[in-house]
């Protein structure tokens, strides 16, 4: 804890700018080559995509190992991203439709929302700062790399249940910070559940525990419904049960 550091436009416009255009540049391109392979290239071309993930989670805590950095308090992956972050590591070997629909409904707003108003747990010192958007494009790319080039479907009224399993994981996540927070002294602060994050994000109108985090739920649920509408209308939801 102590380490974060958040960029914005208003803060760095040519940084933020650049490190938002070649996040989005290099998402397109993975996802065009994925689109012109042949199936049976394609599949080896995800499982590849999946290894990079794998082999990026591994390097960031041996990273935060070697200078010290990793604690129990503040390096679990138990944020959002940190989830995604595995889930697109499983998926990418084997598809599985709860795991599609976390990415999509839950993923690709939390992702959107990092990399235009990123927070660096860690600092951005070193390998922090590429790897942040690293992770969190990834958590970006999957979603939209899988709905585009393997045609895959959110099934029918799934935000229902994507906002019921994001306020069952919350209560969870809640658990395992009062459990640390109990056991070494310390409370984390994973999911934000005890401190509102410090990025710039306008939508974050109050910082005072425990409104923060109402405003953060209803503005989950807003995301929720508005991306799985986009993707009704775009022909990605199926039409039945």
Not at 33 to 38: A, D, F, N, R
Request: hydrophobic share 50%.
């Amino acid at each position: 804890m102590g380490r974060d550091k958040a960029l914005s436009y208003s803060s760095n416009p040519e940084l933020w700018l650049t490190s938002v255009s070649i996040t989005l540049l290099c998402i397109a391109l993975i996802v065009i080559i994925g689109y012109y392979l042949s199936d049976k290239n394609r599949s080896i071309f995800t499982k590849f995509l999946g290894v990079l993930f794998f082999t990026r989670f591994i390097f960031l805590h041996g990273y935060m190992t070697g200078l010290g950095h990793w604690d129990l308090t503040n390096s679990l992956p138990l944020h959002l991203c940190g989830i995604s972050s595995l889930v697109i590591i499983f998926i990418m070997f084997k598809y599985n439709q709860s795991m599609y629909e976390y990415l999509v409904l839950l993923g690709i707003p939390s992702a959107i929302h990092s990399i235009l108003t990123p927070q660096f747990i860690n600092g951005w010192d070193g390998y922090y700062f590429p790897e942040f958007y690293l992770s969190h494009g990834a958590i970006l790319l999957a979603p939209l790399y899988l709905s585009i080039n393997y045609n895959y479907k959110l099934r029918l009224h799934s935000w229902i249940s994507a906002f019921r399993n994001g306020l069952i994981l919350a209560f969870f996540i809640g658990l395992i910070n009062l459990l640390i927070g109990y056991s070494y002294g310390i409370m984390p602060n994973y999911l934000y559940l005890c401190e509102a994050p410090i990025a710039d994000n306008p939508l974050l109108f109050t910082t005072q525990w425990p409104y923060y985090f109402f405003v953060l739920v209803a503005f989950m649920f807003i995301h929720i419904v508005i991306i799985y509408y986009i993707f009704k209308l775009i022909g990605k939801v199926e039409t039945s049960k």
